[in-house]
Structure formats: C-alpha cells, structure tokens
Nanobody, 115 residues
C-alpha cells in the first residue's frame, strides 16, 4: 500500500512563502500526473496545481504566477508558494494519479496565512 506524506505547512504572514513537499513510501509506476489540491473550511476540495510525467504543469487561476509545482522523481512532488494571501488558507493535499491503480492521497498539511 502506497502512503503519501506531506510536509511544510504552517502559519505564515500575508506576502510570505512556504514550500510543501510530498513523498511517497515507494516508487509508483504508471503515473498520469502528480498534484496538489486544497480544501478550506466549508468549501469543496479544489485543484491547485498538477504536473505530468512529461513536466507539463497546470495551475488554478487563483495561484498562477505565485505557486510553482515541481517533482524530482516518481516519489516526490513539491509546491513552492509565494506571495501568500489569506484566501490561500486551507488544508493542502498531495495527489498522485495513476493509470492502473487510481488516485493516491496524502493526509493533508495545514497552511494558514494570517497576520
């Protein structure tokens, strides 16, 4: 069973930066894409950013120009978040989508942007 573990969340002031990291417990084969989603209280989970095995990226309009997704192998994916705003406050979840085994999800890491 694959486990995804996120790290890097925390409390940051508006305008600050955080870097989230997600590490899988083992190499995953047949990956479609890796990504980050977030869920704020009382709201549905939403896509933040994804990156394919070929390196193509996709971002939510609300984070374009501020967030950058990257990966370094089939086990780790990162989200660099700059110019954070209070509306970025949410639990952030790592996701790995595979061809044969569906989606894997992490347990989430909390990001709070507040002065």
């Amino acid at each position: 069973q694959v486990q995804l573990v996120e790290s890097g969340g925390g409390l940051v002031q508006p305008g600050g930066s955080l870097r989230l990291a997600c590490s899988a417990s083992r190499i995953i084969f047949g990956i479609n894409d890796m990504g980050w989603y977030r869920q704020a209280p009382g709201k549905q989970r939403e896509l933040v950013a994804t990156i394919t095995t070929g390196g193509s990226t996709n971002y939510a309009d609300s984070v374009k120009g501020r967030f950058t997704i990257s990966r370094d192998n089939a086990k780790k994916v990162y989200l660099q978040m700059n110019s954070l705003k209070p509306e970025d406050t949410a639990a952030y979840y790592c996701n790995i989508r595979t061809i044969w085994n569906g989606d894997y999800w992490g347990q989430g890491t909390q990001v709070t942007v507040s002065s």
